[in-house]
């Protein structure tokens, strides 16, 4: 166990270093940097006032110099200065984390507890009426851009019930109603999508395991259908769908950045976009790293579950 | 003896090929739901195809007299806050979504299937430095690969194709691999080689025919979420710039702006995007339920 860890970990760093070259590279593709940017507004910009300001943000130094600074500040957890801001990103990015964090994890909390459900229900009604209406209502959530659906349900509430959601960030200690609305709505968006594809994959892995001999057994033995389902079966069912929940992580954070610009909420995901429309590199660098940092170790945490959860998978070493 | 169904697939694939016409029958009736989809891409494609014919007005045209107008005859969906009519403007964005989402589908299917087929086929050590090198494309969320790329080489539609085609590239590889791997060993193959045909002649023209199935099913798959991604490249202004209409920009900033005034200009875009691409999944599901029977019910 501890050598696949290792292993898995030593694999991951591997990765993520390929990462950061292909962001760094990506990033320098680009044509326009921050200081046209910045200054388009101003109208002209002497060459040499420009230098200056290339000079003073560090990227007058060779590309490699530059990349290598990066690394050694993404080892010493220094995740640099913003070139817009002029501030330290960290700075900037810590008051937003506990946003997207609360966002995500509302978004798979809704996802899971209207995906799963769904799926059972659809696998035990296989092929009937209600198996086809559910398939096609979570079909249609993973059809549904999730900021549509934001502008939607705003639209909904605002012409219906005569009631604006705050538009302004609503913060716990001032309402928490509010906050917990402000909140509920995005989440909704968000995890309708991620709750199809769980959904999807319930089913068919229940409908998988309610074909085993075990299942039979527990059948003939007279137990009830609920027993039957949600303590045998829905057990070993549920290991491809934690597989997918760690898959939806990823695009959870998509899902995620769209989103907070639809219900205006002050996340890291939106100031991404801010970021990367800006060619703030520093901060998008970091922020792209550090969601490609999450998305590994999530997978990771996956993958540890597995063998907490099924005492059939037994990692080697 | 019960019949296993590997049995009756095989007893399937020995009855005489039906007509053209007589399995598309047979596919409307085994699969009313993929069918469906089928008949969304169409309407799609068509609408893509004839947007001059069907389109009642100039769809870059502005009418300040008329704007924010409300659906009417004369405006089917409306106006914006240009005046622009609403309903041609989403004919053309059919255009297009249909134009981004096939080309990066295939743009990305295409190199990423032949990375697949060539590491897969290679094995050894090529083959794990391809995978850990999908892996680094594959760990980055979709959307976020996009907006990089995207934002990296600039505002234009052939730049929008790359940025979404990227992130296709590494799922294409690993489905085509995967299939490789076992096609690699049949004896047919092992017949080619010792024949003496040279490698890439068995890569292309003995493994890559049977890995269609799974090919197409990766396409109609990929295809609707492409248009995903482009519509929200645009929404973010990442995307297809002016004056090409695009589904993802009318429900940009002036739609966040107009909406309580003006809610066709966030409904007709938006229900326009949904049914294009649930369109393409239904058929994309119902494609793989037909040629990839491994993957059934999945």
Redesign the interface.
Known sequence: MKTYIAQRLG?GI??LL??SL??FA??R????DIVDILFSTAGYVSPSEKEAIMKELGMDRPYWVQYADWLRQIVTFDLGKSYRYDLPAWQIIRPLLPVTIELAALSILVAVLLGVPTGVISAIRQDTALD?AL??VS??G????A??LG??I??AL??WLRWIPPLTYVSPMEDLKLHAVQFLLPALAVGYRSSALIMR?TR?AL??VLREDYIRTAWAKGQTGRVVIWRHALKNAMLPVITVIGIEF??L???L??TE??FNLPGVARF??DA??W?DYPI?QNL?MF??IV??LANLAVDMLYGVLDPRVRYGG | MAVRPAELAVGAELRPRAGAWTALGRFFRKKPLGAAGGVLVLVMVLTALFADFIQTHDPIATDAAYTLGPPSAEHLFGTDHLGRDIYSRIVHGARVSLIVGLASTLLGSVLGGIIGLLSGYVGGKTDLIAQRVLDILQGLPLLVLAMVVSAALGPAIQNVIIAISVPIIPRAARVIRSSVLSIREMQYVEAARALGVRHLRIAFRHILPNTMGPFIVLCTAQLGSAILVEATLSFLSLGVPEPYPSWGRMLSVSATEYAQKAPHLVLFPGIAISLAVFGSNLLGDALRDVLDPRLRGA
């Not at chain 1, 593709?29 to 326009?32: D, E, S």
């Not at chain 1, 993973?142 to 851009?145: A, G, H, I, R, V």
Request: aromatic content about 8%; glycine content about 10%.
């Open positions: 694999v591997l990765t390929g990462m292909v962001i990506l990033l593709l680009a044509p326009g086809y398939r096609v079909l249609g993973l059809s549904m851009p900021f549509w502008m939607v705003i639209l605002v012409s994959i068919s409908l998988e990823a695009f954070i998509g899902g950045v769209v610009r639809v991404l976009v990367i429309l060619r998008v792209v969601i490609a998305v590994i």
